[in-house]
C-alpha cells in the first residue's frame, strides 16, 4: 500500500529526537494509508512522528496475567508494530476472573498461546507473536530477545528475577518496565535509561519556545532499591505515601527469602511487619510521618497478595500501557520512577528513587 506522508510533520518539535529503535533486522517503515486511516484519531493528539516511532517498534511483555492483559490491550490499540508475548505458563481458574483475554474452555491451555488470536484481533495491523517456551527468560536466550525488542515489559515477577532482567536490558541499551499487583496495591518501576521527551516550557519567558527538550537520567532496578529518603521533607514523603511503597517491597523480601512465593496465610503477617519496618529504618524515612507499616495493611497483604483482583489490575495495567507509549511518543514526561497504587483509597503516587 502506499506510504502516509504528512510535510507539515516536519515542524513537529519531537523531529530532533532521536528514540533508538533498532532492533534486530527490523526497518524503519512508513505509515500505510490503512494505518494513517486508523489511527488518525490519536494522530491529531501525539502527531505523525510519535505514531511513526510506535508502528516500528516492538515489544515483548512477559507473563500474561491480569496487569499485562490491559497493558497488551492499550499497546496493540495504540498502533505498536509488533508485540512478543512470553509467558511457559497454563491458564487457571483465577485467570478468568482476573482479565478479558481467557475463556471457560481455555483453562489447561498455554497462557500465550490461548490468548494470541484475540490480541490480533483488537488490531489486525499489528504482528502478534507468542512464545510459550520459558527458557527464553534465561541466559543466552534472553540475551537474544533482548536484543530484538526495544522495550521489555515484565509483569507480576518477582523482585530477583527483575533485577537480573534490567540488568540485561541496561547492558544492550533496552527500556525496561515492570508492573503487577498484590490484592488490592500495585506498583510500575521503569528504567529508560536516558530519555529524551518533549515538555511544555514553564520558564514564563514571553519569548520561550513553546516546548522544550527534556532529559531524565534513570536508574536500574537494583540501584533505585538503595534509595535513602532523607532529603524529602516531611510534606514531600506524606505525599508520596511511603507506607504502599515499602509494603510493596516488604513483599519482594518476602518472595526472595521464600523461593519467589507470596505471602497467603495470615501466619505471613508478623514476618512481612518486621521485613518492612526494617527497610523503613534502612531508608531513613521521616520519622515524623512514618516508623513503622501500618499492622493492618500488612494483616491485610499477608492474606491478598497471592490474588489478582480485576478492577487493580485494569487501573495499574493500564496505567503501564499508558507511560510505555508515552516513552515512545516522546511526548510528555514518563514516570519517574516508582508509582504505586492503592486500592484501598483509589490514590497512586510516584517516587524518584535514586534519580537526579
Known sequence: MAAYNQNAESENPTSSLSLSLSAAGSDQQQLTEEEASRYDRQMRLWGLEAQQRMRNATIVVVRLKGTAA??????????VGKVVMV?????????LGAGFLFRDEDVGRNRVEAAKSRVESLNPL????????ASVLVGEKFEDLVRRVDIVCVTDWDRDGLIRMNEVCRKNGKLFYSGGTYGLLGYIFCDLLNHD???PDRSGLKDAPKNVKKTEHYSSLEVALRHRW????????KEVNPAVVFSVLAIWQYQSLHAGQLPNDTSAATELQSIANSLITEADVNKQVLTQAPETLLETMSTTAAHEFSPVCAIV???????ILKALAAREPPIANFFVF?????AGTVTRMSMP
Request: hydrophobic letters at 30%.
Open 70 to 79: 490491559e497493558t497488551v490491550k492499550n499497546v496493540v490499540l495504540a498502533g
Open 87 to 95: 509467558d511457559g505458563e497454563e491458564v487457571m481458574e483465577e485467570d
Open 126 to 133: 499489528v504482528t502478534v507473536e507468542a512464545i510459550s517456551d
Open 197 to 199: 521527551y518533549i515538555a
Open 230 to 237: 532523607t532529603s524529602l521533607t516531611k510534606r514531600q514523603t
Open 317 to 323: 495495567g493500564g496505567m503501564l500501557g499508558q507511560d
Open 342 to 346: 492503592d486500592g484501598h483509597t483509589g
